[in-house]
């Protein structure tokens, strides 16, 4: 990113490198840690957390580096003030070590990263997270730790909602009105589980749970989910609108994405804060798109002559998002210039509640994010709350007091929460701290 290149040549000039923790040690952890190591000057990725060390271990093999293995947070300092790269299986002790900038977390959990986080906020360190999960659930109380403390609280960039903030940004300072923020995919089935998807899973080294997750809904449910959180936005109707230009069949000819306009520009309204949502079949994908309005007659007369339309409505777009490959900037960005790429600006907007994959049946376990039982859809905040729905990212691990249809809205009386939970807790503080006092917030 522009600006960012030259602080960071700055940094590595002076010898004064930004010093980076991972949480994870997964896919994109293992892009994210190549990329620090040989494209960026300036930082430098001292030490990462895993359940697993060995994977931890073959991300600083890449480049042919030998971590050394900690035990404790002060076995963790010693390295990271001796230059000596670390790996340890203890989150916390990374998360609260000294000598740190910033926390990269990218481990796709709830309960786990929930802990990791907090500890880093708390002990005054910058967190950049790839977590849509935990962000979608209880994101907005941890911006409000942030601030208490300091520190920078930010999805990354690469990963679409990133993109599509920095997009709303961009298309903001033309003096456009940004009205619809939209992500573009190739699939969408609410119904694909880890065995559909296995054989797809294993081409690319990933979970089959985790790749079910993006062609459920889930994973976009929660992208755009804390793109409304980030600004403002809301959804147009439970699960979003969502238009569906490949009739069902992934390998159909691809939609210019210009084309689309029309099937949102009922539901567009200037004068509110505008909509999240997103289109299957479309081309450029998978990238990302944001709607923009302009009433300024002299204006528009430009955008026609520059080839985007007569307007009102404006389609802006960026073709690609390349994921780890733009991490390192989201870390400069916090570190160098304390800008978020995508944070909540206050309380949840819109949640991300769960919905039964199939015919539930008491005494079921919900098990995965993109698993057998349930499903994610995005719902307004005041909705969820009125319906007493269950956010998704508290399911996990719950289990059902009583049978479910296919296609069911789960609501918290219909499971039993595990007790002594910390995104629980987390959950229940939000609500207390956003929710209006016409509400009634779930107790733990």
């Known amino acids: ?97 000294q000598g740190l900038d910033a926390i990269i977390e990218v481990t796709g959990s709830i309960e786990f990263a929930a802990r990791a986080v907090l500890s880093a906020l708390e002990s005054g360190k910058h967190v950049v997270q790839m977590n ?45 009105t940004p009205v619809l923020s939209g992500n573009i995919k190739g699939l969408h089935d609410p119904y694909r589980n880890p065995a559909t998807q296995e054989s797809f899973a294993k081409r690319w080294g990933q979970k089959p749970a985790m790749v079910a997750s993006f062609a459920d809904g889930t994973k976009i449910s929660f992208e755009q989910a804390i ?59 998978p990238g990302v798109f944001v709607l923009g309005h302009l009433e300024h007659p002299r204006q528009r007369h430009y955008l026609e002559l520059y080839k985007m339309g007569k307007g009102p409505y404006y389609c802006f777009y960026t073709p690609y998002h390349l994921c780890h490959f733009e991490v390192p900037n989201s870390v400069a960005r916090a570190v160098l210039f304390n800008d978020a790429v995508l944070a909540p600006q206050s309380g949840p907007r819109v949640g991300v509640v769960a919905m039964a994959k199939k015919a539930l049946s008491e005494g079921e376990t919900i098990n995965d994010f993109g698993g057998f039982e349930v499903y994610g859809v995005a719902e307004n905040m005041d909705i969820v709350r009125r319906e007493n729905l269950l956010p998704i990212g508290l399911a996990l691990g719950c289990t059902l007091r009583r049978p479910l249809e296919k296609d069911a809205p789960l609501t918290f009386d219909d499971v039993t929460i595990p007790p002594g939970r910390l995104v629980d807790r987390l959950y229940a503080e939000q609500e207390q701290l956003f929710a209006t006092p016409t509400t009634n917030p779930k107790p733990f």
Request: aromatic share 4%; net charge negative; proline share 7%.
């Open 1 to 97: 990113m522009i600006l960012v290149d030259t602080a960071l040549a700055k940094r590595q000039a002076e010898g004064r490198p930004i010093r980076v923790g991972m949480i994870g040690a997964g896919f994109q952890a293992s892009g994210i840690g190549l990329q620090i190591m040989t494209a960026t000057p300036g930082m430098e990725l001292c030490a990462i957390a895993n359940r697993h060390p060995a994977a931890a271990i073959d991300i600083y093999r890449q480049v042919g580096l030998e971590p050394v293995h900690c035990e404790t947070q002060s076995a963790l300092e010693t390295a990271i003030a001796g230059g000596k790269p670390a790996v340890t299986e203890d989150a916390e002790a990374l998360a609260r070590a």
């Open 132 to 176: 849509a999960e935990l962000d979608g659930t209880v994101g907005p109380i941890l911006k409000a730790k942030a601030d208490a403390a300091g520190v920078i609280y930010t999805f990354s960039d690469g990963d679409q909602p990133g993109v599509q903030m920095n997009l709303q940004r961009f298309v903001a300072g033309l003096g456009v």
């Open 227 to 285: 793109v409304a959180n980030g600004s403002g936005m809301q959804v147009a109707r439970r699960g979003m609108l969502g238009p569906d230009f490949s009739g069902g069949d992934p390998g159909a000819p691809l939609v210019p994405i210009e084309q689309t306009v029309a099937a949102f520009e009922e539901h567009l309204d200037p004068t509110k804060p505008g909509l999240v949502d997103y289109v299957v079949g479309a081309r450029p994908g």
